[in-house]
């Protein structure tokens, strides 16, 4: 349990099915390809800028796009442990979560992966590329970070990116920790923010979305189609602009 501002925070996000096995925060990587079409990023239009990505788990976006010099610091709240345990734990609730999705496929969009098995092994990967790269950069570009309270000076990043967080966990993550962790990443950025996705089970919009764009002034907000769904109805992300 975590507390800012006198809200209490858990952050043990036990799902559905296979993953109330799991114990604490669920920790599964997504491809750096998936960010790319999340995100509707360019690899040649991020050079040069700083970014931020907020709950980054076990992905492989800031190792795949450090080697085409982009520069990328990830933030996640277990990025404390040692490389081989973040592993252990990545495979572990990998398995949890195909475990599952094999039980109810048809409630997922098989485009970007074909079934299952594609997605488990795609992701494989991208947990090896991240454990390599966690190896050679804990503490330099892996911090470990509430995204309440993020240890980044004010406007340190051009752009910042946060995936499979809010929006998703609406049911159990409180309103006020969504606004404050938006107020927060939008505190340490001086370009844009972008938020995905903005669905939960059954591609059912958060209601959280409405709220957010409602409740924070003096910034440009627009919902941007993006060429990736895996949850049904999950093809949007939330961009803000600061102005």
């Known amino acids: 349990m975590e507390k800012k501002d006198n809200i209490t925070v858990n952050n043990t996000f036990k799902s559905e099915s296979s993953f109330n096995k799991i114990q604490?925060?669920?920790?599964?990587?997504?491809?750096?390809q998936e960010y790319m079409k999340m995100f509707n990023l360019d690899l040649k239009e991020l050079k040069g800028?700083?970014?931020?990505?907020?709950?980054?788990?076990a992905s492989s976006f800031r190792g795949h796009t450090a080697k085409y010099g982009v520069d990328v610091t990830a933030v996640d709240l277990i990025y404390n442990e040692k490389a081989d345990d973040l592993c252990v734990k990545c495979k572990e609730h990998l398995k949890l979560l195909v475990?599952?999705?094999?039980?109810v496929q048809d409630k997922f969009v098989w485009k970007f992966f074909s079934d299952p098995d594609d997605l488990e092994f795609a992701r494989e990967q991208a947990c090896k590329e991240f454990?390599?790269?966690?190896?050679?950069y804990k503490g330099e570009h892996y911090i470990p970070a509430d995204i309440q309270n993020l240890p980044f000076e004010d406007k340190s990043?051009?752009?910042?990116?946060?995936?499979h967080l809010l929006f998703i966990y609406d049911h159990r993550l409180s309103y006020e920790f969504h606004l404050n962790a938006v107020l927060e990443m939008l505190r340490v950025c001086?370009?844009?923010?972008?938020?995905?996705?903005?669905?939960?089970?059954?591609?059912?919009?958060?209601e959280?979305?409405?709220?957010?764009?409602?409740?924070?002034?003096d910034v440009k907000m627009e919902l941007v189609e993006v060429d990736y769904e895996f949850r049904k109805g999950g093809n949007e992300m939330l961009r803000i602009v600061k102005i």
């Open 131 to 136: 454990v390599s790269d966690f190896n050679s």
């Open 99 to 103: 475990e599952s999705l094999k039980k």
């Open 49 to 57: 800028l700083k970014i931020l990505d907020c709950a980054a788990g």
């Open 190 to 206: 001086k370009g844009e923010l972008r938020l995905y996705p903005l669905v939960k089970n059954m591609g059912v919009k958060s």
């Open 24 to 32: 604490g925060p669920i920790f599964i990587g997504r491809t750096w």
């Open 157 to 163: 990043f051009d752009l910042v990116l946060c995936s």
């Open 208 to 217: 959280f979305v409405a709220s957010i764009i409602a409740d924070i002034p």
